[in-house]
């Protein structure tokens, strides 16, 4: 009994690395492409579910920490001539010491407050990124397309006897380094660690009556999960080819807790489908209206939507939270 | 030192813009204890409705405010029955994820109907300004002040002075027991949610003449409008209102003689407003600080 539970994960996750390895023969660069996309995006809610879904800190400004690795992948290309895939672990390191850093005033918020703060620290990532303009190149942004240190970008690259344009190439890094994150988490979560995080959440003072020191653990998981963050943006910027403040728009935070909470906090199946759901929705929404609102509205409502039918989705955080905000 | 007067009219202006959309947050997390993510796309969308009333059918000013006002009211009063009522119960995590996707849903909503185009809304006030002592003040800055200020008069008058008024404030601080001595509780939120999205609009109305109305209008407002709330205390309406005035006047000041800070740093300055306050006395100016049976 115990011993299957434990090779079920292990089954299923071969087989995505499967389907995931042999897919690219079967669809378009384009499609690859997109593909791309849904692996960064599950990358970020890795690191997302790992502080929201398991430690039940809720973040709405993960935008801001991609931002962060974005633009330390961009400054490396552009100003240092490192290589892409040498700038995503440096960006990882540095938001995860960000991440640990706002970790620590973050102890004292919680709830509702530590929502308030990151979504005022998303708003206003866009005008500190636009001040400090010699480093950040401003609001034109930095263009990583054309650098040599971009793989990929001018000619194919040959990976294990293979040539790959740019599209199959960045649709393996990408999904090569989710998988990989991935991995990580879990066995991350799946001993002693989890066990605290979870304790974390689903009672603080249950948590630390047993041992479970709140800060180290909390901080962990911000540093953690920022750092995962950070993975996605720095590929996010090589994906794009490009950086400016608007690549990081709020609406990016918004749409991470959106396909956290699409993929019910929890399975990896789960968070792929929200990583699909942030990466298809504004195309899908093309269906119901052309105009550029549209992917906002049917987002929102289906946000709205889930928590009328789904509030279940959320159960580890809810009950946190009821257990938190109780007056 | 006339420029240094003319910078505090002018902060006090977007100062009271700040607290009416600060008392708006207020008022909803007084009564039913969440903040409304959705506060400033609701104030948006009301915006519209005056812009579209005026420019579109040729309204003059004033009856399309008293049109919005009743619209926003009625607004704030559906969603409040329709969308956040049934999600009201269990955890407060659900009602946020819920004003969360209602923020989505009205900016795309305004862009669906309006188009993203910037808009030039019609301003009630002269452009002109007006010598004070040798201070130049525009018109405008306080005819705006002057709204909030009568806007927060009868408010307080409602809150104070009317049955209505007394039943509200019952149902924030006691719901069980409110209903008990026979106030029906889910309609006095309802009326709070009403009053909040009115507050909205008239703040969003307020500035849209000197801002310009597009559908991103309210982000930073928001913004602004939290740190106001938290400054003054989030569950203290008087709080709101100095903390919007504060805030307006010391970022306006700070904007004009710190070389640092400047015109572009004043959203992360409302930012680390927000997290002193929320570090160093969580509960405000005027907020009473918050006891937790555990």
């Known amino acids: ?327 | 030192m006339a420029d240094f007067w003319q910078q505090v009219v002018a902060g006090l202006a977007s100062g009271s813009i700040y607290a009416s959309l600060a008392l708006a947050l207020v008022l909803i997390h007084r009564a039913t204890g969440v903040i409304n993510f959705a506060q400033g796309e609701m104030a948006t969308f009301s915006t519209y409705i005056a812009w579209a009333l005026t420019t579109n059918h040729g309204w003059s000013y004033w009856p399309a405010f008293a049109v919005t006002l009743l619209a926003s009211f009625a607004g704030g009063v559906a969603i409040h029955q329709g969308i956040i009522r049934p999600n009201e119960k269990g955890s407060v995590l659900r009602v946020v994820i819920v004003t969360i996707g209602l923020l989505l849903a009205l900016n795309g909503l305004v862009t669906w109907i309006w188009s993203g185009e910037v808009r030039a809304m019609q301003s009630p006030f002269p452009t002109r300004t007006m010598d004070i002592a040798g201070v130049a003040i525009s018109i405008q800055d306080i005819g705006t002040i002057g709204v909030v200020l009568a806007t927060v008069a009868v408010l307080w008058a409602l809150f104070q002075y009317t049955k209505v008024g007394l039943a509200m404030r019952a149902a924030a601080v006691n719901p069980a027991e409110a209903r008990l001595v026979g106030v029906r509780v889910t309609w006095m939120l309802s009326l709070g949610w009403g009053l909040a999205a009115v507050l909205g609009a008239i703040s969003g109305m307020l500035a849209a003449p000197s801002l310009f109305l597009d559908p991103n209008l309210m982000a930073a407002l928001l913004i602004y409008a939290f740190a106001a709330a938290v400054l003054g205390g989030i569950d203290s309406p008087i709080g709101a209102v100095v903390g919007g005035l504060t805030l307006g006047v010391g970022l306006n000041l700070i904007g004009a003689y710190v070389d640092f800070v400047g015109a572009d740093l004043r959203l992360p300055a409302a930012l680390a407003v927000i997290l002193v306050v929320l570090l160093v006395k969580p509960s405000g100016i005027f907020g009473k600080s918050e006891v937790r049976r555990v």
């Open chain 1, 1 to 327: 009994m115990r011993r299957s539970r434990a090779l079920a994960p292990i089954a299923a996750f071969l087989g995505l690395a499967v389907v995931v390895a042999v897919l690219p023969s079967f669809v378009s660069g384009f499609r690859a492409q997109q593909f791309a996309y849904v692996a960064i995006y599950l990358t970020a809610l890795i690191g997302l579910n790992i502080l929201t879904g398991y430690t039940g800190q809720i973040s709405l400004g993960h935008g801001a920490f991609m931002a962060i690795g974005g633009y330390t992948t961009a400054i490396l290309m552009v100003d240092h001539g490192v290589k892409d895939i040498w700038t995503i672990p440096v960006a990882a390191v540095v938001t995860g010491v960000v991440g640990f850093l706002f970790g620590i005033p973050a102890l004292r918020l919680s709830g509702l407050y530590l929502a308030l703060a990151t979504f005022a620290v998303a708003v206003s990532m866009p005008a500190v990124i636009k001040r400090f303009e010699g480093f950040t190149g401003g609001g034109g942004g930095l263009n990583l397309f054309g650098l040599p240190e971009l793989t990929a970008s001018l000619e194919p690259v040959t990976v294990l006897g293979r040539e790959l344009t740019f599209n199959d190439w960045l649709y393996y890094l990408c999904w090569t380094v989710a998988l990989v994150g991935y991995v990580i988490a879990w066995l991350m979560l799946r001993g002693r660690t989890g066990r605290a995080l979870r304790a974390v959440r689903d009672s603080e003072t249950a948590a630390q009556s047993s041992g479970v020191s709140l800060p180290a653990y909390k901080t962990l998981a911000f540093g953690v999960s920022a750092a995962y963050a950070g993975v996605a943006g720095s590929l996010f910027a090589i994906a794009t080819t490009f950086v400016n403040p608007d690549t990081f728009p709020i609406a990016l935070s918004i749409l991470l807790l959106v396909g956290v909470v699409v993929g019910g906090l929890g399975s990896l199946v789960g968070l792929i489908a929200g990583a699909v759901f942030i990466q298809f929705l504004p195309i899908w929404s093309q269906q119901v209206s052309k105009s550029p609102g549209a992917p906002a509205v049917v987002s929102g409502v289906v946000l709205i939507a889930l928590m009328f039918v789904l509030p279940m989705g959320v159960a580890g955080l809810a009950a946190r939270l009821r257990t938190l905000t109780k007056r």
